[in-house]
């Protein structure tokens, strides 16, 4: 009887199969079912009413960062920096720019975007995380290979759940009144 002590059942060690970035992959997709960083944009994000954002990305870029400047919040994706409206659409943005997301949907009540970019953050970190304590010991170019790896398995994930509208839909009923003659109150 064998009893398994760690998260990951990928071999350590030379063995009759080397290990690939794709199986490392694979690894921390099993144990993140339901809640990566797609599962979050589907679940939080498109399931309301949202706005499109076009990042404009050619490729994943290799520093994203938040600048706080004195005409205010910037994300800086490459050499491109994009004028944020506050700093939770910037670490929204920034998630996605960071697995080179070029087109997103972004909540349209601003009291949800901060609570998104929480859960996008933390699903982001905890992937880059299991991947790292999956691929260590091995390689730097592994390791590289694998974030690489990620990174694409995500973005064709959020691409795929699409980025919505590019306006938002409003209700255009302006009736004052309901059928049958009362005003409503």
């Not at 990951?8 to 009759?16: E, F, L, N, S, V």
């Not at 949800?112 to 996008?120: F, G, I």
């Not at 064709?156 to 980025?163: I, K, M, N, P, Q």
Request: glycine share 8%; charged share 25%; proline share 5%.
């Amino acid at each position: 009887m064998t009893r398994e002590t760690g998260p990951t059942p990928i071999a350590r060690g030379r063995g009759p199969r080397t290990v690939r970035a794709d199986d490392i992959v694979a690894e921390v997709g099993r144990l993140m079912t339901g809640s990566t960083v797609a599962d979050v944009y589907r679940a939080r994000v498109l399931s309301d009413r949202t706005r499109r954002y076009e990042l404009n990305l050619a490729k994943p870029p290799a520093n994203v960062e938040i600048l706080h400047t004195l005409l205010g919040i910037e994300l800086k994706v490459g050499r491109r920096r994009l004028l944020c409206p506050d700093l939770a659409t910037a670490r929204f943005l920034q998630v996605f720019a960071r697995i080179g997301v070029g087109v997103v949907a972004i909540p349209y009540d601003i009291t949800q975007v901060s609570r998104a970019a929480d859960e996008l953050e933390s699903a982001w970190h905890r992937a880059l995380l299991l991947a790292e304590h999956a691929s260590a010991g091995r390689s730097d170019r592994l390791r590289a290979r694998v974030r690489r790896a990620l990174a694409a398995q995500l973005r064709e994930a959020v691409v795929a759940a699409g980025a919505g509208s590019k306006r938002p839909a409003f209700l255009q009923s302006t009736r004052q009144r309901v059928p049958g003659g009362s005003a409503r109150g």
